[in-house]
């Protein structure tokens, strides 16, 4: 029996049962991933003495295998497996960060290995993000409760950026950032141990079913483009990940230099305000069911746009207040609107395309991220930081368009398919 057929034949006790630890160990994976993106610099900084110009590397290593990887990691991953690249993902990432403290109480950590930990995380978040975007539609197979189960999983999500920042400040500020990154190789075990008491496994594409790898890549590319709703989908987070990497770039120094702001005044703004993200995911379940799951996405988008206007308008007298509350909005939007995106991604697209339209999706929407904090610094250097920052706004109310089209607002109520739609090979 082939794993799609599998999936929706399985009991629904047990593909819930097998969800909630999928969902678990993803709650503490979250949580470390935040301290290492907090650590990762902190140790080359603080450790090594690193420059701006090298921390800036590190970060683009992590983001880089996106682009290099990106398309064909769809296509390995479904010959491979996806609850079996999970684990393999969540081991080495495991080892590649302890190795960070074990080197630090060695007395031989290097910049060097700094950046091969980057990479190896970075590719290895490649695999496992396209795996686990793909996995729960084989757990959960009815459209209601998988738009449940993206709830949890995004809700989640949400409360790592909330709680994870300052989780990640106490550890380092307690045991230094070096020795901190052992948290985040233990939540790294803590998944892959889950994943393990997973009892459903998925079947690697046989042998005799798969095509040369471009061939499937470009497969996976049509299937995307030819599927109005995905379609859509994408445009929109393109244009909104790239404002958002824009807005992110210059919002520190925005709110520091521009605004006079203090650093702790802005981190507590922006941490109150961070509320609105898990707000938002609990929202989307309502605002689904009031008006439908293709709707939401167009409702969810304006308190993104207004949130970032009004964060953008603040002015020196009220501008921790303005950017608490315009964070907020804009955190309330995007919950409800990841959540219900990710939804229809998983109702639209057939189990048997599900790793290359989302290793498609995830190359498209997170390639233009490193474009869009390059593209920003140009601005603020050359027109100031408030041009940076409204050209940041304008770019990602550009969402409004996909999410506001005819079919988007036409897809109230969706079902699964069973198989993928020919692609014309």
């Known amino acids: 029996m082939s794993a799609s057929a599998d999936s ?9 049962r097998d969800f909630q630890w999928l969902w678990g160990g993803q709650s503490v994976s979250l949580l470390g991933d935040q301290i290492l993106l907090l650590a990762l610099p902190l140790a080359a900084t603080q450790a090594l003495g690193a420059s701006a110009f090298q921390v800036g590397v590190l970060a683009a290593a992590v983001t880089l295998p996106y682009l290099l990887i990106g398309l064909p990691a769809g296509v390995w991953v479904a010959r491979f497996g996806l609850r079996r690249s999970m684990v393999c993902a969540d081991a080495v990432r495991g080892l590649a960060v302890l190795s960070v403290p074990l080197a630090g109480f060695a007395g031989v950590l290097t910049y060097a290995q700094l950046l091969v930990v980057a990479l190896v995380t970075g590719v290895c978040s490649v695999f496992f993000q396209i795996a686990y975007q793909s996995f729960a539609p084989l757990l959960i197979a009815d459209s209601d409760g998988l738009h449940s189960a993206n709830t949890k999983l995004t809700f989640s999500e949400s409360m790592a950026l909330l709680l994870g920042p300052g989780l990640a400040g106490f550890l380092v500020g307690l045991t230094g950032a070096v020795r901190a990154m052992l ?12 994943l393990l008491m997973i009892r459903h496994h998925d079947a690697p594409v046989p042998v005799a079913d798969r095509q040369p790898v471009l061939r499937e890549v470009a497969d996976g590319i049509r299937f995307v483009l030819r599927q109005p709703l995905l379609r859509l989908i994408m445009a929109s987070g393109l244009v909104y990940n790239l404002g958002i990497a824009m807005y992110m770039a210059m919002i520190t120094i925005f709110a520091v230099q521009y605004l006079h702001l203090p650093p702790a005044v802005l981190g507590l703004a922006t941490g109150l305000g961070g509320a609105g993200f898990p707000v938002g995911t609990l929202l989307a379940r309502w605002l689904t069911r009031r008006f439908g799951i293709g709707p939401t996405l167009g409702i969810a988008s304006f308190p993104i746009v207004a949130g970032l206007v009004i964060v953008v308008s603040s002015f020196d007298r009220y501008a921790a207040v303005m950017i ?33 339209a989302t290793a498609v999706h995830r190359f498209v929407t997170w390639g233009v991220m490193p474009v869009g904090a390059v593209v920003a610094g140009l601005i603020g250097d050359h027109f100031g930081l408030r041009a940076a920052m409204v050209t940041a706004v304008l770019v990602t109310s550009l969402c409004l368009i ?7 607002r036409r897809a109230k109520r969706l079902t699964r398919p069973e198989t993928a739609l020919p692609t014309g090979r």
């Not at 948290?183 to 889950?194: E, G, K």
């Not at 909005?329 to 609107?337: D, I, Q, R």
């Open 8 to 16: 929706r034949t399985r009991p629904a006790t047990r593909g819930w």
């Open 183 to 194: 948290a985040d190789a233990t939540s790294f075990l803590v998944s892959m141990s889950t």
């Open 402 to 408: 996909p999410s506001l089209s005819t079919p988007m």
């Open 324 to 356: 608490s509350v315009g964070t907020f909005l804009y955190g309330m939007g995007s919950g409800a609107f990841k959540t219900n995106a990710l939804t229809i991604r998983h109702i639209v697209t057939p189990d048997d395309m599900s790793t290359r």
